[in-house]
Antibody
Framework: QITLKESGPTLVKPTQTLTLTCSFSGFSLTTSGVGVGWIRQPPGKALEWLAL???????RYNPSLKSRLTITKDTSKSQVVLTMTNMDPLDTATYYCGHKPFIRGAMLFDPWGQGTQVTVSS | SSELTQDPAVSVALGQTVTITCQGD??????ANWYQKKPGQAPIVVIFGKNNRPSGIPDRFSGSSSGNPASLTITGAQAEDEADYYCTSRDYNANPLFGGGTKLTVL
């Protein structure tokens, strides 16, 4: 059974850097084709993909946020870390991580973690 | 363009059939997947690839996920199907794409 869980601060101040950790079990990030992604949902708004890290350390970022994002992995700890710099109140959202399986022809995340709420406020 | 477009809201009478659509240039080349998102819960996949349904998803959910537009059909909608539905796919750079979501109301 694959599970993921996000952790990190619930409150950050504007201009600070957010660091979120996705701890997972039930799969390995050394398996060919597998990845872990981050997605967020601001209150009342749509889901927004942020970043994706593959087993071979291929890293993908949402072009509109690329300059602020860094995604890394610690395979030994089964963790993926996302950092987002220069946080703004508009970054207030629930942040999710998701497992990207290797399914030929399908770009999807399944399952997802429960999500972690992040509020940006002074 | 690297966008997926969905109608913001759709409604359906209980027990009737509803189709939710997703438009985007990349859908001409890549299949769509569909998520169901309820408040306070993580999204779950209801359809992926070429009309594949994960285990546990009722067979009233079906998809036409190849071509533009892609669509999700719920045949005999139930009250518990009231949720936001998101289509996803990929762009030509192999990056994920998310639609803006469709709020489904079951009347």
């Amino acid at each position: 059974q694959i599970t993921l869980k996000e952790s990190g601060p619930t409150l950050v101040k504007p201009t600070q850097t957010l660091t979120l950790t996705c701890s997972f079990s039930g799969f390995s990030l050394t398996t060919s084709g597998v990845g872990v992604g981050w997605i967020r949902q601001p209150p009342g708004k749509a889901l927004e993909w942020l970043a994706l890290l593959y087993w071979d350390d291929d890293k993908r970022y949402n072009p509109s946020l690329k300059s602020r994002l860094t995604i890394t992995k610690d395979t030994s700890k089964s963790q993926v870390v996302l950092t987002m710099t220069n946080m703004d109140p508009l970054d207030t959202a629930t942040y999710y991580c998701g497992h990207k399986p290797f399914i030929r022809g399908a770009m999807l995340f399944d399952p997802w973690g429960q999500g972690t709420q992040v509020t940006v406020s002074s | 363009s690297s966008e997926l477009t969905q109608d913001p809201a759709v409604s359906v009478a209980l027990g009737q059939t509803v189709t939710i659509t997703c438009q985007g240039d990349s859908l001409r080349a890549y299949s769509a997947n569909w998520y169901q998102k309820k408040p306070g819960q993580a999204p779950i996949v209801v359809i992926f690839g070429k009309n594949n349904r994960p285990s546990g998803i009722p067979d009233r959910f079906s998809g036409s996920s190849s071509g533009n537009p892609a669509s999700l059909t719920i045949t005999g909608a139930q009250a518990e199907d009231e949720a936001d539905y998101y289509c996803t796919s990929r762009d030509y750079n192999a990056n994920p794409l998310f639609g803006g979501g469709t709020k489904l109301t079951v009347l």
